[in-house]
């Protein structure tokens, strides 16, 4: 998949409210760098904003 695609998708999974999909879309490694208190760390953190 290219860059935009990749892009593309992340925001249509978003918008869908697929947030298992979005959290697909981060790898396994992936370190939220400007990570909020309370949150998860991990692929998780980011997709509790939203639960």
């Known amino acids: 998949m290219d860059s935009a695609a990749s ?3 992340f925001f249509d999974q978003i918008n ?3 947030l298992d999909g979005f959290i697909d879309l981060l790898g396994e ?3 939220e760098h ?3 208190r309370g949150l998860p760390p ?3 953190g980011p997709a509790s ?3």
Request: glycine residues 12%; hydrophobic residues 30%; charged residues 45%.
């Open 7 to 9: 892009v593309r998708r």
């Open 16 to 18: 869908a409210g697929d």
């Open 29 to 31: 490694d992936f370190i």
């Open 34 to 36: 400007e990570q909020m």
């Open 42 to 44: 991990g692929r998780r």
């Open 49 to 51: 904003c939203s639960r």
